[in-house]
């Protein structure tokens, strides 16, 4: 399974960007997919996470702000991001769980960067 992620870049406090995470390949029933975030110098942490019947978790940090969603037929993942703030500055991952596949799937990261 491979995952491809878009939507990344420079905005202001504030402003909005949406992310974007298609899944193709040897792909049989995928569970769930979501993002995590990585800032320099920091672990890299959950952010969001939907289940293929529309069950979201997020972070505390972004609850409010963030929305997840999940396009089953096309195997996309997106991530709305309002209300930006700089602390929300690091490379994004996508990632993807499979039914009966102890694998989880990562994609290559797009960097988010709020300025002040």
């Known amino acids: 399974v491979q995952l491809q992620a878009s939507g990344g870049g420079l905005v202001q406090l504030g402003g909005s960007l949406r992310l974007s995470c298609k899944a193709s390949g040897s792909i049989f029933s995928i569970n769930a997919m979501g993002w995590y975030r990585q800032a320099p110098g920091e672990q890299r942490e959950l952010v969001a996470t939907?289940?293929?019947?529309?069950?979201?978790n997020y972070a505390d940090s972004v609850k409010g702000r963030f929305t997840v969603s999940m396009d089953n037929a096309k195997n996309t993942v997106y991530l709305q991001m309002n209300s930006l703030k700089p602390e929300d500055t690091a490379v994004y991952f996508c990632?993807?769980?499979?039914?009966?596949?102890?694998?989880?799937?990562w994609g290559q990261g797009t960097q988010v960067t709020v300025s002040s």
């Open positions: 990632i993807a769980d499979q039914q009966f596949d102890p694998r989880r799937y």
């Open positions: 939907i289940t293929s019947g529309g069950s979201a």
